[in-house]
C-alpha cells in the first residue's frame, strides 16, 4: 500500500478521500487553489500544497503544479476524484512518465475509451448493443445529415471528447442539422479542446441505467451492481439509486458480465462505470460511454454491498488482487442518493454561490451526508455548485424513498441569496411517476415546462412539480 497520497481536487470528494486514506493508515496531501485554502478537505488531511490561484484553470487542471505537489511531498500516488483532471490521459501519460500511480486506468485505456468513437467502436466488439450512430467520427455538417437522414430523427450529437452532459445537442428534424452540428462542435472546441463530433439515434422516453465495475491489475473484474439515473436536469444527474427499480433485474445481471467482459477486454484497471441506455418500450439496453473515474453517485453502490469504493481504488492501484469474486458480493436493500447543489430550480437552477449562515444537515438511522460544508463557509462561484450528497439506505424502495424525503425535510442551507435544490427534489421524489418507477431522463425538463413562472415563485423557494397521472413511458 502507499505510504502517501496526493489528492487532486475539492470539496466533497476531496474530504471523502482523505478519510478513506487515514482509514487505512494513508498519509495524505491535498493540492488546492488560492480559493479553498480553509476549506474541510485542507484542515482534514496530513498536508496541503497551493496549486494556484482560484480558477481551475491554474490550480485543479494544473498539470505541471500538481506533479511538482507531489514529487516535492513525497507522494507514490494521486488520486484524482472526479471531475477536472481525472479522465485527462495527458495527465495520467505524464503521472506514468514521472513514476506516480494515478488511481484510474493506464493512460492508453483512458485515452481509447475517453474517445466516444473509439469506445464505441470497443464495445461494439465486445458485443454490447449500440444505438445506430457513426462508427467513426463526422467529417461535416452533411455527413452529419446524410447519417441523420438515414437512421431517422430524432438524433443526437455529441462531442467525441465529451462528458459531463456537456457537447451534446438533439435534433429532431433534418433543418436543424447543420446548425446544430455547427453549435455542438463550437461548444466541443470551447469545453474540451476536441470540435469532433459523432452522433447516434435519440431515445426520447429512456432511462439511464449504469454498471460499476472494478478491475485490478491481474486480470480480475467484477461489477457492482448498477443505478438508475435518470431523473437528470440538463443531462446532469440529480437523483441517483440501486438497484435499478422496475426493470427485469435477470437482465441487469447479464448486462453487468457484459460490462465487465467488455471493460477486461479494453485493459481497465481500477473503479469504472458503464453507462447504458434504457429503452422500456423495447425492454433493450444501449452502450452510452465509459466513465474512467469514480462517479458522484458512488455511494449508493456502497450502502447496497458494503464495499468502500476508495479503499477498492486505492488497494487495485497498488497493485493488491481484488481477493473475491462476483459470487462474494451481496446486494442488500435500495439505496437513494439526491445531490444538494446551490441552485435554483426556479430559475433555470441558476447557481447561487454565497455565504452559508444557517446549516442543518439530516441525521438518523441509515442516513448519509457526503459534505464540506460547515456555517461560515462561502461557496464560491468559481466551481461545480454541488455542497452536499445525501445517501439513504432502507429495506425497501419505499422506506428509502421516504426516509429520503424526511431527510431532504432537514436539510438547511441559508445565506443571503442561496437557494438550494433540497426542496424541489423532495418534490420530485413525491412524484407519482418517481413513486411508481415509471420515470425516465425527460421527467424533469417535463414538468418544469409546465411549473409556475420564476416572478411567480418566491426567491428562495423551489420549483413545486404539478402532479400528473401515471401513465406507461411512452404511452
Not at 214 to 223: F, Q, V, W
Not at 296 to 306: A, I, L, N, S
Not at 454 to 461: E, I, L, Y
Amino acid at each position: 500500500m502507499f505510504d502517501t497520497v496526493l489528492i487532486a481536487n475539492r470539496g466533497e470528494i476531496a474530504l471523502r478521500v482523505v478519510r478513506t486514506c487515514q482509514e487505512l493508515g494513508i498519509r495524505t496531501v491535498v493540492a488546492h487553489s488560492a480559493a479553498d485554502r480553509d476549506s474541510a478537505a485542507v484542515r482534514a488531511a496530513d498536508e496541503s500544497v497551493q496549486v494556484g490561484p482560484g480558477p481551475s484553470k491554474a490550480s485543479y487542471l494544473n498539470i505541471p503544479a500538481i506533479i511538482e505537489a507531489a514529487r516535492t511531498r513525497g507522494a507514490q500516488a494521486i488520486h484524482p476524484g472526479y471531475g477536472f483532471l481525472s479522465e485527462n490521459a495527458e495527465f495520467a501519460e505524464v503521472c506514468e512518465d514521472e513514476g506516480i500511480v494515478l488511481i484510474g486506468p493506464p493512460a492508453s485505456v483512458m485515452a481509447d475509451l475517453g474517445d466516444k468513437a473509439i469506445a464505441r467502436r470497443i464495445m461494439r466488439e465486445a458485443g454490447l448493443p449500440l444505438l445506430p450512430g457513426s462508427r467513426e467520427p463526422l467529417a461535416d455538417a452533411d455527413a452529419a445529415l446524410a447519417l441523420a437522414d438515414e437512421i431517422g430523427y430524432p438524433i443526437i450529437l455529441k462531442a467525441v471528447a465529451g462528458g459531463g452532459g456537456r457537447g451534446m445537442s438533439v435534433v429532431h428534424s433534418r433543418e436543424d442539422v447543420a446548425a446544430a452540428y455547427t453549435q455542438t462542435r463550437a461548444t466541443a472546441l470551447a469545453v474540451f479542446g476536441d470540435g469532433r463530433l459523432y452522433l447516434e439515434r435519440y431515445l426520447a422516453s429512456a432511462r439511464h441505467v449504469e454498471i460499476q465495475v472494478l478491475c485490478d491489475t491481474h486480470g480480475a473484474g467484477i461489477h457492482l451492481g448498477a443505478r438508475d439515473c435518470s431523473l437528470q436536469r440538463r443531462h446532469q444527474k440529480l437523483v441517483e439509486e440501486s438497484p435499478v427499480p422496475n426493470v427485469d433485474q435477470a437482465g441487469v445481471e447479464e448486462l453487468g458480465r457484459s460490462a465487465v467482459r467488455a471493460v477486461l477486454a479494453a485493459g481497465y484497471v481500477g473503479a469504472g462505470t458503464v453507462e447504458f441506455l434504457y429503452d422500456p418500450l423495447r425492454r433493450g439496453y444501449y452502450f452510452m460511454e465509459v466513465n474512467c473515474r469514480l462517479q458522484v453517485e458512488h455511494p449508493v453502490t456502497e450502502m447496497v454491498t458494503g464495499i468502500d469504493l476508495v479503499a477498492e481504488q486505492l488497494r487495485v492501484a497498488a497493485g493488491e488482487p481484488l481477493g473475491y469474486t462476483q459470487a462474494d458480493v451481496e446486494f442488500r436493500g435500495t439505496a437513494i442518493e439526491c445531490r444538494v447543489n446551490a441552485e435554483d430550480p426556479a430559475r433555470d437552477f441558476r447557481p447561487t454561490p454565497g455565504l452559508v449562515t444557517r446549516l442543518g444537515l439530516p441525521g438518523g438511522p441509515f442516513v448519509r451526508v457526503d459534505t464540506h460544508l460547515e456555517t461560515g463557509y462561502r461557496i464560491p462561484p468559481l466551481y461545480d455548485s454541488l455542497l452536499a450528497k445525501v445517501i439513504v439506505w432502507a429495506p425497501d424502495r419505499a422506506g428509502a424513498l421516504a426516509r429520503m424525503r424526511r431527510a431532504l425535510g432537514e436539510t438547511v442551507v441559508d445565506g443571503p441569496g442561496l437557494a438550494t435544490t433540497a426542496p424541489f427534489l423532495s418534490d420530485l421524489l413525491a412524484h407519482p411517476l418517481v413513486q411508481a418507477a415509471a420515470h425516465d431522463t425527460s421527467l424533469i425538463g417535463t414538468y418544469l415546462a409546465a411549473a409556475p413562472a420564476p416572478s411567480a415563485v418566491p426567491a428562495n423557494s423551489a420549483a413545486v412539480l404539478p402532479t400528473a397521472p401515471t401513465v406507461p413511458i411512452g404511452a
